[in-house]
């Protein structure tokens, strides 16, 4: 039986994640995403936008986005998905991805999506929403994208559902929280302070996964 990967005592993958990476994700979109993004970049920490065409990924497009890196804004959608439009009731280009998000995970989430542009690391989460006073369970995925000429950093993801309610009136899912997140993806080369301070802060949930 082939050993599974080895881990140093921040929780950072050493050998061999990358391969493990996309099966940690639950959602198939999720992993078909971070397989293209992943075959994109090469040897880089990410790919450029430029580089990241959408044709080959046209069926994941529904539950997809792109997002600003503008902190000030919120994070304001470039591009979103129907589906994902459907899913949250309403058009969300230009919209605040941040203010999607309730209570102390508006917070986490700004930090999140900070070191997803500035320190190129993707991150994969577990979300639940209410719907209809139900819960409903979904898997995000942030993955950055790199500047490139006349084009700065942006953040490219999905949220899909991984569950369906009784009555899927998607238009009335409210209060996204995330319940749980790992960094994905990850390049040999240091980790920035801003990640060591976050995991720091949540020992036993964050882990990083495809140091190589």
Known sequence: MRAG????????CRTGCNEI??????????????????????????????AFEPEPMRHLLGDSFV????????????VAGTRLCALLGRDLKGSSFASLWHGKSRNDIDDIVGIVAEEMLGTVAGVTAMVNGMPLFLELLLLPLRS?????????????????????????????????WRHVGHRRQSIGKRALRKLAAARGLIVYEGLR
């Open 67 to 78: 997002l600003s890196y503008t902190p000030a804004n919120g994070f304001p959608f470039r």
């Open 5 to 12: 990967p080895s881990r140093d005592g921040t929780g950072l």
């Open 21 to 50: 990476a996309r099966f940690k994700m639950k959602h198939p979109a999720s992993q078909q995403l971070f397989t293209y993004w992943d075959a994109v970049r090469g040897e880089e920490a990410a790919p450029t936008r430029a």
């Open 148 to 180: 490139g000429t006349q084009m700065p950093v942006s953040v490219t993801g999905l949220l899909a559902p991984l569950t369906v309610p009784a009555t899927p009136d998607y238009g009335s899912v409210q209060d996204l929280t995330l319940t749980s």
